[in-house]
């Protein structure tokens, strides 16, 4: 009689469990929003709000917000005081086959972003293309945590910013556990204002815990492509950055021009996890640990033709530097105290051009695969016969052969697959 009272107590248990699903998720709205539209509409498909904001005014858990095609010339910045759930994030992202641009052409003061929120969490953008902020492009601040920025395109934002930093996508505070997946930002700051500003991607100020970059491309920004300023924790891995430092001229534009910037700006910054990057032809250096204090695990990056040093790391810190590639080999300097194991300019080989399968990168900028992963290129992979093949030790990046190959590219292969936080959802 027990084991039937149990049964018929589990049974009424889920059907309660699947009840409250299927009210939460009817009771989740969906809602458009058009540049042909209107704030009085009822935000349907067929009535669609005009603004972004009107829409986020409204989102609760679970909501989804739709943009459709065309350009949204911003009258003022986008403040998002409203959070999603764990279980319900709050989406906005691109009406399918349709781009969305939100311009801050018109916003006039220099702290004005695009699209700008403090103590944010449980959001997710998507497919939206941010240009012309004054300040950043997308700016989370304070404890914004557990938020997706996905497969948006960020420019020629840091239009205004009279002070250095700035960003298309900044993150800082004490935010915690967002990620950062699958961007374009480029050209981003303007040296006629701060010879120092705009930056592809920056985490700042923030030494919480959980927040990764993956997947992103910065090319051409006028300070650093990815910049972690006074910032640890980061795991960085299966991004691009390239030509940062140089406008469209290929001159230099007045910014520091790192690929990858890596600290700065205070104590207690580093302990992050820099893996299978490529930098390439930046005006500075490709990879810079800018004063970093605390132990960095850098592994399987490839650094190409930067302006300076392909990996450069100044601090008195044992830094871990595994399987690194370097290209020409001997453009780095390193403290007498990282630790150096098993990477191009310490194993006795000879990079050349002739171990790649190519080195023009004139797809760099095209079109993503469908699932907004970086496009399949062969440039900087190995070819057959190269001495950088097996090179490497194992580090818990998947490889395949007896031993991993130098740099960002396993030979015949693609970038190892990530590891951490997975997006779920649209």
């Known amino acids: 009689m027990a084991i039937v009272s149990w049964w018929r107590l589990a049974r009424f248990s889920l059907l309660l469990l699947g009840t409250s699903s299927l009210v939460a998720a009817t009771q989740a709205a969906t809602y458009y929003v058009s540049p042909s539209g209107s704030d009085a509409s009822s935000g349907a498909l067929t009535a669609p709000f005009a603004t972004l904001q009107k829409a986020v005014n409204l989102a609760n858990p679970g909501d989804t917000i739709y943009m459709r095609g065309g350009t949204y010339t911003l009258a003022a910045q986008i403040n998002i005081g409203r959070n999603g759930s764990s279980a319900n994030l709050i989406t906005v992202l691109n009406y399918p086959g349709e781009v ?6 018109a916003l006039t003061n220099q702290n004005d ?5 403090n ?13 012309n902020g004054p300040s950043m492009g997308i700016w989370l601040t304070g404890a914004s945590h557990d938020n997706i920025i996905d497969q948006c395109v960020t420019h020629h934002n840091v239009r205004l910013r009279s002070s250095g930093g700035g960003a298309g996508i900044l993150i800082d505070g004490t935010s915690a556990n967002n990620l950062i997946l699958n961007n374009d930002s480029h050209h981003n700051g303007n040296p006629a204002i701060s010879a120092n500003a705009g930056d592809g991607i920056g985490v700042n100020y923030t030494l919480a815990t959980g ?41 230099h534009s007045g910014g520091n021009g790192n690929g990858f910037k890596l600290g700065g700006g205070g104590a207690g910054d580093g302990l992050h996890t ?13 990879f810079d640990d800018n004063g970093a204090n605390l132990l960095m695990h850098v592994f399987n990056n490839t650094s190409y033709e930067n302006g300076a040093d392909s990996f450069g790391f100044f601090a008195a810190v044992a830094n871990i530097l595994k399987n690194n590639l370097a290209f020409p080999n001997g453009n780095t300097f390193m403290n007498p105290v990282v630790v150096q194991g098993q990477n191009s300019w310490n194993l006795g080989v000879t990079v050349s051009s002739a171990d790649f399968a190519s080195l023009d990168f004139s797809g760099a900028s095209g079109a993503r695969q469908s699932d907004g992963s970086l496009p399949t290129l062969n440039f900087l992979k190995l070819v057959a016969g190269s001495d950088l093949i097996g090179k490497g030790v194992d580090v818990g990046i998947p490889y395949s052969g007896s031993a991993p190959d130098l740099g960002a590219y396993e030979y015949a292969g693609s970038l190892p697959p990530p590891t951490g936080l997975r997006v779920v959802g649209p």
Not at 100 to 105: A, E, K, S, V, Y
Not at 113 to 117: D, P
Not at 216 to 245: C, F, P
Not at 274 to 286: E, I, K, M, S, Y
């Open 100 to 105: 969305p641009i939100l311009d801050g052409i």
């Open 113 to 117: 972003s695009n699209i700008w929120a």
């Open 119 to 131: 103590n944010l969490s449980w959001w997710h953008f998507k497919g939206l293309e941010i240009k």
């Open 274 to 286: 820099v893996q299978n990057n490529l930098a390439w032809r930046n005006w500075h250096n490709g």
């Open 211 to 251: 927040n990764i970059v993956r997947g992103n491309r910065m090319w051409r920004n006028n300070d650093d492509g990815l910049d972690l300023w006074n910032a640890a924790n980061i795991l960085v891995e299966n991004n691009w950055s390239w030509e940062n430092g140089y406008n469209d001229a290929l001159q």
